[in-house]
């Protein structure tokens, strides 16, 4: 199976800090990947250095084949869709919701080119796929948190990207509003055509099954990955954040409780 994405021995120090440190990790195309890591691990150190904007200190980065420092970068950046907050406090605010999702077409911020009408029909096929169609020509700042993700996540797929990674898209959701984005999440996974998902967070209850395969990581350092429910799993676990933890699945969805 093709390597989507191949991180090899990979360290990087800052200010004499070794903020990661011998990372092996190789995404396979096919299977979807969970990072399950608490504040400060490394997580978005890591996701920097998957779109090229942090080099390491030491080992190799492989992208859908491509090897960095060999090949270019805006170019494979094209491939790699990256939904975050970052960008969310970006998007003009009184931009319509039609035109974020269109941008990603274009990977800019606002809308500066003349848009076809299959761009609108694209725009509102991806809407409909994330069931928020009915936000087509509402201004984006009359979107409630939860809309503003999913639009955000239909923009990145306009470019029709290979890897979509998607950091903490929960943040700042309600009970509600987050079980509705994980359901399009997991639609979206089960996509046979739809690209491979990185799923970034702290929170363990976000993970789901749909990713067959989650990445432990704990001070800058890979603490366990593998099958999703070996990671998932109360021993595994009760290590990794150093405290008892109970976990029970109930379907497709674990429940914790600190004990
Ligand atoms: N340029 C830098 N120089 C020094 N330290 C840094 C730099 N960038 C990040 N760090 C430190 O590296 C550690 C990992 O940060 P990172 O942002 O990757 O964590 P994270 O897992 O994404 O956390 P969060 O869930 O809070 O976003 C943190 O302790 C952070 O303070």
């Given at each position: 199976m093709e390597n989507i994405i191949e991180v090899a021995g990979v360290s990087l120090m800052?200010?004499?800090?070794?903020?990661?440190?011998?990372?092996?990790?190789?995404?396979?195309?096919g299977e979807h990947w969970a990072v399950l890591g608490l504040n400060g691990s490394g997580k978005t150190t890591l996701l920097n250095m998957i779109n090229g904007y942090i080099w390491p200190t030491k080992g190799s980065i492989k992208v859908l084949g491509k090897a960095f420092g060999k090949t270019s970068l805006p170019e494979l950046r094209k491939s790699i869709g990256w939904v975050s907050s970052s960008i969310q406090e970006r998007i003009p605010r009184t931009q319509l919701a039609r035109d974020v999702v269109i941008s990603g077409k274009y990977a800019s911020i606002g809308l500066y080119e003349a848009v076809d009408a299959q761009d609108e029909e694209k725009?509102?096929?991806?809407?409909?796929?994330?069931?928020?169609?009915?936000?087509?020509s509402r201004a984006y700042e009359h979107c409630s948190q939860g809309e503003r993700q999913k639009l955000l996540i239909a923009r990145a797929l306009m470019a029709e990207p290979r890897i979509l990674i998607l950091d903490e898209p929960c943040n700042g959701l309600d009970l509600f509003a987050r079980e509705i984005l994980l359901e399009s999440v997991e639609e979206l996974a089960k996509d046979k055509n739809g690209p491979t998902l990185v799923y970034v967070t702290h929170h363990p209850e976000e993970i789901s099954p749909a990713f067959q395969k989650t990445l432990l990581i704990r001070n800058g350092e890979v603490f366990r990955q593998g099958r999703t429910s070996e990671m998932i799993e109360k021993q595994v676990l009760s290590r990794f954040f150093e405290h008892e933890i109970h976990v029970e699945w109930r379907g497709n969805r674990a429940l914790f409780q600190v004990v």
């Open positions: 800052r200010d004499g800090k070794k903020l990661l440190s011998d990372i092996h990790w190789t995404v396979k195309k725009a509102l096929r991806l809407m409909e796929q994330l069931h928020c169609a009915s936000l087509f």
